[in-house]
Each structure stands twice: as C-alpha cells, then as structure tokens.
C-alpha cells in the first residue's frame, strides 16, 4: 500500500495536474466574469423580439414615399409606440395595424399573420397590387380586414371561411374579377361585406343569404353578368344598409325585402334593369332613412301605403316609367327631405299636402304629365334648397313662398303653362342659382331685385310674355354665364351695366321690343361666346368695340334698323362661325376681312349692301344670304348679279398690285435692315439679363418642382421659353407653350391663369389637374411630366402632342388627310383612355369635360385624353359626384346632369358618344344649321327618319367604301347619347364595341 501511495499512477498525477491548471486559469482570468455575465444580459435584453422581427419584414417589402414607416426601427425591444401599431394593454402584445392612407406601395404583405394575436388589420387606400396571398388566411384570429382602394387583381379568395372570427370584411375600389366564391357564405360571424367597385362578372350569389349577422351589405358598381336579385338576401333580418347599384340586376324586386324591417341606412338598386312593381312591403320599412331605386324599368303605380315609412329622408323614384298619381301617403313622411319622382309617366295634380312637410329641401318632379296647379302654400313651412317641375302640363301661377326659407338655389318651371305674374318675392331671394322658367305663359314685370342676386349663374326666362325692360342692377348678378331672354315683350334699352357680367358667355334677347343703340361696353364681356339681339327695333351702328369679344362664336344682329357699314373688324373674331346681319339698313361693301373666318352661317340678305362679294365668301351654302342687296355683285351665285365691271376692276387691281411691288422693293430694303437692327437689339436686350425682366424673376423666385417622370431638364430651362412667341393656345384656363429644350425634347407648358398670389382664378383646377394626372399610366391619356408652383405662378409641363386636338383637325380645312382608318384609330385609343379611367385605375376617375379638343393628336395620330381640370374621384365606395354648379361644355353635357348636377360614369359616356358623332360627321357639336336648341344628337336623330340621311349625315369628305364602318361607329354612338344613363354601356363594352367594327382595310379613305 505504500508503495502505491508514494508512486500514484498516471491517472492520478493527470488529475492533479488539471487541477492545478485550473486553479491557475482561476487566477488569471476569475475577474473578467462579472463583464462576461453583464454582456451576455445585455444581449438578451437587446434581442429582436419576433414581433418587430415581422414588421420589419411588412416594411422591407414596402416602398413608403411619404416616411410613415420611419419610426419602425429593427433596434426597438417592442413595436407597440409604432406608427399604426396597436397593443393589447394586458399583454403588450399587437393585436391591430392599420396602414391606410399612407400611400404606400408594393405587393400586399401576408408576412403579417405571423403576429398570433392580430385581430385588426387595415391598408386601404394604398397602392397595394398582386394577387389576393394564401397566407393571409392564416391570420386566424382577425376580426377586421380592410384591403380597399388598393389595386389588388385576379379572384377573391375561395378560403375565406378559413377566417371564422371575421366581422368586417372590405374589398371595395380593387380590381377583383371572378365570382363571389360560396365561402363568403360560411361566416357566421360576418357583420360587414363591401365589395364594391371591383370587376366581379359573374351573378350576385344567394349564398350571401345565410350570412345571418349581416349588416351591411355593399355589391356595388361591378360588371356582373346579367342576373336577378337572389330572393335569399330578404332573410338577413338584421341588414341595415344594402347598396346594389348598378349590377346589371334585372328581373323584379324580390317581395322577402319587406322582411328588412332592420334597413336603416341605404336600400340602393338604382342604375339596374330592374322591371315589374315596387312591392309593397318595401314601402313599410320604419327605420329606412334613404331609398333609391332611380334608373329602372319599373312600372305600374307608386305604392300608395307608405305610412310606415317613419324615419324616411329621402325617396328616389326617377328615370322608370312608373304610372298613376304621386300617392296622397307621401304628404305624412314628416321626416322627407327630398323627393325625386322625375322622368316617369306620372299623371294627375301635385299632392297638396306636400306644403304640409316642414323638411322638404329637393323636389324634383319634371318630365311627368302632371296636370293642375301647383300648391301655393309651397314653401311655408319647409326651406326649399332645389325645386325642379319642368316638362309638365302643369297651369296657374307660381306659388309666392319656394324662397322663404332663404335657401332656394335651383328655380325651374320651364315647359309648363304657368300664368300671371312672377312674385316679387324671388326679387329676394339671394340665394338663387339657376332660374329657368322658359316656355310658360307669365307676364308682368321681372322682379329688379332678381337681377342683383350675386350668385345667379343661368337665367332663362325666354318663351313668355314679360314685359318692363332689364333692370340696371344686372350688373350685380356677378356669378351670371347665361342670361336667356327672347320672345318677350321687353323693351326700353340695354342697359351698358350688362358689360359687367364678366362671367357672361351667352347674351340672347332677340325677338323683344328693345330700341336704342347697341351699348359700346358690350366690348368689356371677354367671355362672350354668343350674342343674340334680333328681331328688336335697336337702330344706330353696329359699333366696333363688340368686337373685342374675342371668343364670339355667334353673332346674331337680325331684324333690327342697324345702319352703317358691316365693320371690317368682325374679320378678327377668329372663332366666329355663325354671322346674321339680315334685315337691316347696312350700306356699303362687305369687308374683304370676313372671308378669313369659316362660317357655317352667314346672311347679310335684305340689307343696302353694294359691289362685289369677296371670293372666299362664293358659296353653294350662302345662296339666298345676299338676296335683298340690289347692289351687290359676284360670280358663282345664282342671286347675285354679274359685276359689270369685272374686268375694269381686275385691271385696277392688276395695277395697284405693280405699284404696290415697286413700293415692296423700296421699302424691303429698308425693312431688312431694320430687322436686323431689331432683332440684335433683342438679343442684347436679352443676354444683358433683362428679357422683360420674366427670368431674372423667376430665377429669383423659390419654385416648388414636383416631378412624375424622369426629366432631363429643370424648371428654370421651361421658364426660359415662356415667350409669347411660343403660345400654340389660349382657353379659359390659361396659355399652353411650346418649348424645346436643350435636349431637343419638346413639351407642352400650361401656364394658369392666376390671381396674382398663386390661387387659382376661377378654380381652373391646378390641384385637380396635378392629383389626377400624375398618378395615371396609360398610352392614351396625356402624359404629365411635371408641375411647377411659386407664389404667383403655376405651369403645368406635358409630353408635345404634335397634330393638336381633334377639333383642330377635324375643323380644319384640309381634314380630308383624316382617313376613317385614322379616325377609327382616333376613336378607339380615346375610348381605351377613358375605360382605364372608369375601370382599370383606383379609385375611378371622371374626366367631366370630354370633348374633341381635350383629345390630343401625337405624330402617329394616337389619342391622347387630356384636360383634367374638372376631372373628379368617383367616391369608389357610393355613389356619383354632385356639383355645385354646371361644368362642362354645350353640346357634350348629358341631358340628366343639368338636372341633377350629378355626374357618374354615364356622364363622360355620353360625351364621348357625341364626339364618335363628330368623327362620323365631321360637324361641331352644336352648328347654326342644326336649328335653335338643337344640338348634333338631336340632329342626327331627326335626320335618320328621311330618305337620304347616310348621304347628310356621313362625312363627303370620307370615301363612301368606309360608309359600312362608319354606320358601325355611328350605332355605338347611339347607345352611348341615349337619353337615360342606364341604357348607355359601360366603357369596357364601349371599347368592345369598336373593336368589333374595326375598319376591314387599313388604308380606308
């Protein structure tokens, strides 16, 4: 034992040896342990948390422009201060994001279900695109799920069941196309559906129907296929608000909607197919607030029980053919405010009872046969803001009180038989807007005070037996654009106070008794587009200044005692196109100067004009518009006489011509080196920095540039070509130029009007042009390349259309170049355009002012959409737009809209339809020849009824082998102009349409 003691083994002396490194290792490195322990904390407590770990993720796969996200930092402990982040109080966990409104962009991110706890979840309003992801249906606890207004594709996901504690539900304003999968039915839970605005083309599902927590129902807006209203959706007894507007729904109206009793907010069917009666049981619903079934084929008698209707605001029946008598019940719904009932076939009396309603605002009843008298108590007791029963047969005088509450805006009585005098109550009501009360029977005077109302905009008082004359207070009727006067028994004299309706375009008071001279300060309305005083007994000269009315476009001075000479200055009216100075005592020659202009109405007939008619004024057209003239002479005409001294007068003319090239080839020398003396002056003029002092300003001035697309130029390159030189137009909102940079790009530059201080004059839609434009992404609208803004100055700076507008081309007298295939070509890219527009861009967007001059020509003759100044977001997720005030240009305006200050989709339908008429006719919109107040719609329609309309309503200027085409183009026009929106296709059909009629050989003449 001791020898093993005294010599341990080899195992033993290993121990020993460990140990004693160890101990030794204890006494070189034992006080860096509390460091080391104090690190290894440190980076536990700084360690990625999953949940900021996923958000992260949502962030990277984002692009977000406006910095929402910057305060998501990976370096956090917790996301729960984050921007759109929401903890559970108890557990600090996420259970809610909301990421709407942000502007954000990307593919829709589904890394998001990683968060257990999420039970809301909200992007709407981005610009979130792809397809619906899978992954998404994880999130099983989610309560809430909001992707609208995004740009989201392809179908609605067939595994939402999957999601079984979802009560809210929004897809709307996306680009879903498919059908509504059967799962959407398996949610117990769901309280919300909006689907609203997508491109779902299959029918409305009855699966919808066991959703028995519904409450809200939103289909809305979307192409489905034709298809009736599943009678299953009657048994979601705790709806309150179901909006199926414009569904392509025909059949009847199911009667299980009776059963709503719970409907609150909105029943909405409008704009459908839908034919048959109204039940009845939809008129006893007692918490309804608001019904619209406008845009139907109904038929048959309004119910008349409605007595349950209790809570009822507002009630729209119109545009159906709905028959009978408006029902007495109607005058017991306390709670209306509005009533339209307009374009049915209703018959008897106005209700007068209707008095009795102390809320009704908006009474609309035109285009029925009603009969009898209105109420005369209309007014006492309720504050009327519209009230509209034109087009009917209806007699007796106007009631006194429509203005008592102070807030009458819309007056419209016209088409009736109303007799006596017009109240002088309406003389104060400050509060009109449009007053239109043509063909009826009134008389008496017009009340002054009408005349001052600051915010009249239309007055049409035309077609009656008023007499008296206009009042000198016109001049405060500052708003006023139309003011409408002939067939009355006015006289006295016009008032010069006119000239200070700055606003004024359209002066028409023809076929009255005025006398005197024509005012001189006529020449201050720069507006002035049509100015009509004939058949009065107005004497004197037709003075010069008129003339300064730059935008004159008819001139009508008939059957008056004007004497004088027919001013050279009407030369200068580059727009006038329609000239009347017959049946007057004009003396002298007619002006070379008029022969410029290009008129589709001229007569100077039976007037004391003499010698020769200028040649450019020989025309088929104008035969009978010299007779009367015994003095005048010309070649070509049949009324006119030969010149006696045709020959004498060549002679002359052949020598002042010589004389005036010998005086050419003196003064040519001099005015040559003039020029050049001018010309370097200029230039000097402009190197030395002055160049009107317009660049030093505007280099001096703090512009703000905001680009949408990549430019390789700046703003200070457009400002330098803002030469008046470079105007290739002038319009009411401003002056465009052409500038050519230095790159040799050329651009178009839109220079608003201002008002000094940078704001808009007159609303000419800066915002509205910027928010609109600089968004869209299409080869056929015009491409905004950038905006440009200091305090007083705004340029809007666009890719150069070089063949100008349509209308330009159209008008021009060389528009025989436009062959159909080019026209057709025309007409399918603005369609195109325009179905991006309404279908494929989110939220849709409504031009409001398509007409050939906003359809821009590049070098290939490749449409362009342009001039989005009145364009406005459709409200993707309601209705239409409702106006203050009419917009829009005579001739393109459809018929509902200046009844209804409503526009919609049908409303740029219909314009676009009237420009498919202009490509087909080569005519304006509204011509002299098409009569008073018929505009190319109505004519085209009159003239298909006579034997030869193809040969007088096709363009001679197109080769008859394209006519086959043209009648093709010409029945889409049709359907687009027709009278009620819900008969007008889509735009998407409407580029179908053209598609199919596209021209057989390219190179169609």
């Known amino acids: 034992m001791s020898n093993v003691q005294a010599f341990p083994s080899d195992k033993q002396q290993r121990k020993r040896r460990s140990r004693s490194a160890m101990a030794s290792f204890k006494e070189q490195h034992c006080s860096w342990a509390p460091l080391l322990m104090l690190l290894y904390v440190l980076h536990k407590a700084h360690a990625v948390s999953p949940e900021v770990r996923v958000l992260i993720e949502v962030k990277k796969s984002l692009q977000d422009p406006n910095g929402f996200l910057s305060n998501w930092r990976e370096t956090d402990n917790t996301p729960c201060g984050w921007s759109g982040v929401t903890c559970n109080p108890s557990t600090q966990l996420v259970d809610s994001v909301d990421l709407s409104n942000m502007g954000l962009y990307g593919p829709l991110p589904s890394v998001i279900c990683e968060l257990q706890n999420l039970t809301f979840y909200n992007v709407g309003n981005n610009y979130l695109g792809g397809r619906f992801p899978d992954k998404l249906l994880d999130c099983s606890r989610l309560e809430y799920l909001n992707l609208s207004q995004n740009l989201l594709v392809g179908f609605l996901p067939d595994g939402i069941a999957r999601l079984q504690s979802l009560r809210h539900l929004d897809f709307c304003g996306n680009n879903f196309t498919g059908q509504i999968p059967p799962e959407f039915g398996d949610l117990p839970l769901l309280e919300s559906l909006n689907l609203t605005n997508n491109l779902l083309n299959a029918t409305i599902p009855s699966h919808l129907g066991k959703l028995s927590n519904l409450k809200w129902l939103d289909l809305a807006y979307n192409p489905y296929a034709p298809g009736v209203i599943p009678q299953e959706l009657g048994n979601l007894s705790q709806l309150l608000n179901l909006h199926l507007a414009m569904a392509n729904l025909m059949g009847s109206i199911p009667q299980s909607f009776g059963n709503l009793t719970q409907l609150t907010f909105f029943l909405d069917l409008s704009q459908n197919n839908l034919q048959g009666s109204i039940p009845p049981g939809i008129m006893s619903l007692p918490k309804l607030n608001k019904m619209e079934l406008y845009s139907n084929n109904l038929s048959g008698p309004i119910p008349s029980d409605m007595r349950n209707l209790l809570s009822i605001t507002e009630i729209d029946l119109s545009g159906n053919g709905l028959s009978g008598s408006i029902p007495n019940d109607i005058t017991e719904l306390k709670t209306l405010e509005?009533?339209?009932?307009?374009?049915?076939?209703?018959?008897g009396e106005v209700p007068p009872g209707l008095?009795?309603?102390?809320?009704?605002?908006?009474?609309?009843?035109?285009?029925n046969n009603l009969t009898g008298g209105l109420p005369q108590k209309l007014g006492d007791h309720s504050p009327f803001l519209y009230f509209d029963v034109s087009q009917n047969s209806l007699s007796g005088p106007v009631p006194a009180n429509l203005c008592r509450g102070g807030k009458l805006e819309e007056f419209i009585l016209f088409s009736n038989r109303f007799t006596g005098i017009l109240p002088d109550n309406y003389g104060n009501c400050s509060s009109l807007f449009r007053v239109l009360l043509n063909g009826n029977n009134l008389g008496g005077p017009i009340p002054s005070g009408i005349w001052r109302s600051p915010h009249l905009y239309i007055v049409d008082l035309s077609d009656n037996s008023f007499q008296?004359?206009?009042?000198?207070?016109?001049?405060?009727?500052?708003?006023?654009?139309?003011?409408?006067?002939?067939?009355?028994?006015?006289n006295g004299t016009i008032p010069p106070e006119i000239s200070k309706l700055s606003m004024l375009t359209k002066l028409m008071v023809g076929e009255n008794r005025f006398s005197g001279a024509i005012p001189l300060q006529l020449g201050n309305l720069s507006a002035l587009n049509v100015l009509s005083l004939s058949s009065n007994q107005l004497s004197g000269i037709i003075p010069k200044e008129i003339f300064n009315c730059h935008q004159l476009s008819q001139l009508n001075l008939s059957h008056n005692s004007l004497m004088g000479s027919v001013p050279s200055a009407?030369?200068?009216?580059?727009?006038?196109?329609?000239?009347?100075?017959?049946?007057?005592?004009?003396?002298?020659?007619?002006?070379?100067?008029?022969?410029?202009?290009?008129f589709s109405l001229f007569d100077v007939s039976f007037n004391n004009l003499t010698g020769p008619v200028p040649e450019g004024l020989i025309n088929a057209a104008f035969s009978t518009s010299f007779t009367g003239n015994s003095g005048l002479c010309g070649q070509g005409v049949q009324t006119l006489k030969p010149c006696p001294e045709v020959a004498a007068y060549i002679t002359r003319k052949a020598g002042r011509k010589a004389s005036k090239l010998?005086?050419?080839?003196?003064?040519?020398?001099?005015?040559?080196?003039?020029?050049?003396?001018?010309?370097?002056?200029?230039l000097l003029f402009r190197n030395h920095g002055f160049y009107f002092n317009l660049r030093d300003r505007y280099e001096t001035t703090v512009w703000s540039l905001t680009s949408f697309h990549k430019l390789g130029f700046s703003e200070y390159e457009v400002l330098g070509c803002l030469d008046e030189d470079n105007i290739i137009g002038i319009g009411g909102a401003g002056k465009v130029y052409k500038a050519t940079l230095s790159n040799g790009q050329e651009v178009a530059v839109k220079k608003l009007w201002t008002d000094g201080k940078g704001n808009d004059s007159n609303d000419y839609g800066f915002n509205a042009e910027v928010e609109t434009l600089g968004k869209l992404r299409h080869k056929n609208i015009v491409k905004l390349l950038c905006c440009c803004s200091c305090n007083d100055a705004k340029l809007l700076v666009y890719e150069l259309m070089a063949n100008g507008s349509l209308r330009d081309q159209l008008q021009n007298s060389k528009a025989s170049t436009l062959n159909w295939a080019i026209r057709y070509k025309i007409a399918l890219g603005a369609a195109e355009g325009l179905a991006y527009l309404h279908h494929d861009y989110s939220p849709p967007v409504l031009h409001c002012d398509v007409k050939s001059s906003n359809i821009l020509l590049d070098l290939d003759y490749e449409a362009h959409v342009a001039d989005f100044g009145l364009a406005k977001i459709l409200q993707a997720c309601g209705k239409g737009v409702s106006l203050s005030s009419i917009h829009g240009t005579c001739g393109y305006m459809a018929p509902e809209y200046a009844y209804t200050l409503r526009v919609t989709e049908k409303s740029d339908i219909y314009s676009f339809g009237v420009v498919l008429m202009e490509l087909v006719t080569g005519k304006m919109?509204?011509?002299?020849?098409?009569?008073?107040?018929?505009?190319?719609?109505?004519?085209?329609?009159?003239?298909?009824?006579?034997?030869?309309?193809?040969?007088?309503?096709?363009?001679?200027?197109?080769?008859?082998?394209?006519?086959e085409e043209m009648l093709l183009v010409l029945r889409v026009a049709f359907l687009c102009t027709s009278a009620l929106p819900i008969q007008r296709p889509s735009m998407r059909e409407v580029v179908q349409m053209l598609q199919e009629a596209r021209p057989k050989h390219s190179k169609t003449g």
């Open 925 to 963: 919109p509204v011509e002299p020849q098409f009569g008073d107040g018929v505009d190319i719609v109505k004519w085209i329609f009159g003239k298909i009824h006579t034997k030869n309309w193809v040969q007088d309503i096709l363009d001679p200027r197109i080769s008859v082998a394209s006519h």
């Open 355 to 367: 008095a009795d309603l102390p809320k009704l605002s908006k009474l609309r009843l035109f285009g």
């Open 570 to 598: 009407i030369g200068s009216l580059s727009v006038l196109t329609a000239l009347d100075l017959s049946h007057n005592q004009l003396s002298g020659a007619i002006p070379p100067e008029l022969q410029k202009l290009r």
């Open 662 to 682: 010998l005086l050419c080839a003196v003064f040519g020398t001099i005015a040559v080196a003039a020029l050049f003396l001018i010309v370097g002056s200029f």
């Open 338 to 347: 509005l009533l339209h009932l307009w374009e049915n076939h209703l018959v």
């Open 468 to 490: 008296g004359g206009i009042a000198p207070e016109v001049g405060a009727a500052i708003n006023l654009s139309t003011l409408i006067l002939t067939n009355n028994n006015l």
